[in-house]
């Protein structure tokens, strides 16, 4: 195993999952709450608070059909199912992180509602025109065919649909501190402009509706020295290793400039009538 496939692995996942959830009090042989995995299974900047935001900005009807690229755990697919009634497909590549997103489906009760598939970004398993909403956290910094990728949500999302994301992009100057929450190292970090972000957006079809840097909001809200959650409490830390130096080194990077934390939402060129 090597590069980004080692990077996004986590042997016995379920197993230290389920050991997380019970030293911090909960118990798995009883429905948990979407809300309270929140600081396990929210793995981009700004955790559960960030996807609530985004959530804001992009209401999800209950009739919505969504698919989450990169979805990791599932945790932001659960907030968007358990909030709207909505369906949700997760697709991600890890193995590792599609076996633990369909436990956590099982023990919060989601699990006919949202469904995970494992697959890459680019060549989404989906007939064109299947989602009214993409979603996307934290997952483009790994894939360096940005078109290729832009190209496939456009071609899943239903004219009119909407592909909301959360991004870092290129800032001043060269990331150079690593590992990062999204590569250990440099040859799997692909950023872009928040310029070239948009043309490329733009190029498949996508029309801006926001595209925001959330860099200085973010940096306020969020403690320079945050200590790694306490033992007992749920974190990232069960199945990411290495997570206070890539967390620290994330915020030293949008601290220098040289990362930029950006959120958006396009849309897909409606036919006539709109969604
Ligand atoms: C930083 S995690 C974010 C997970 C999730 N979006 C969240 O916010 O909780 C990045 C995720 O993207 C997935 N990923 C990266 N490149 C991918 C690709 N080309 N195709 C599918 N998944 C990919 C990784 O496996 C990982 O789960």
Not at 59 to 81: M, Q
Not at 85 to 111: E, K
Not at 121 to 127: H, I, K
Request: with cysteine; proline share 5%; net charge negative.
């Amino acid at each position: 195993m090597a590069g980004l496939e080692e990077h996004y692995s986590a042997q016995d996942i379920e197993t230290r999952i389920l050991a997380a959830l019970r030293t911090a009090g909960l118990d798995p042989s009883r429905r948990l709450s979407p809300e309270a995995l929140g600081a396990l299974d929210h793995f981009h900047t700004g955790g559960l608070r960030a996807s609530r935001e985004l959530l804001e900005l992009v209401p999800v009807r209950a009739s919505d059909r969504v698919l989450d690229i990169g979805a990791g755990l599932g945790g932001p697919a659960r907030l968007l199912a358990s909030g709207s009634g909505c369906r949700v497909a997760c697709l991600d590549m890890s193995a590792d992180y599609c076996a633990a997103a369909a436990l956590l489906n099982r023990l919060t009760g989601l699990d006919d509602r949202v469904e995970v598939h494992e697959g890459s970004a680019l060549n989404l398993p989906f007939a064109d025109a299947s989602f009214d909403v993409v979603w996307m956290q934290n997952v483009g910094m790994n894939i360096a065919d940005k078109r290729r990728l832009y190209g496939e949500i456009r071609r899943v999302l239903a004219p009119g649909g909407v592909f909301a994301f959360q991004e870092m992009a290129a800032g001043n100057a060269p990331v150079c501190r690593f590992p990062l929450p999204w590569a250990t190292h440099p040859a799997d970090s692909f950023l872009v402009s928040v310029d070239d972000m948009r043309q490329l957006l733009r190029a498949c079809g996508l029309v801006e509706e926001r595209l925001e840097d959330t860099s200085e909001e973010h940096l306020a809200r969020t403690a320079a020295n945050a200590t790694p959650a306490p033992p007992g409490q749920l974190s990232l830390a069960a199945y990411v290793d290495d997570l206070g130096r890539k967390a620290a080194n994330a915020r030293l990077g949008l601290e220098a400039g040289e990362l930029r934390l950006v959120r958006g939402v396009f849309r897909a060129q409606p036919r006539e009538g709109g969604r």
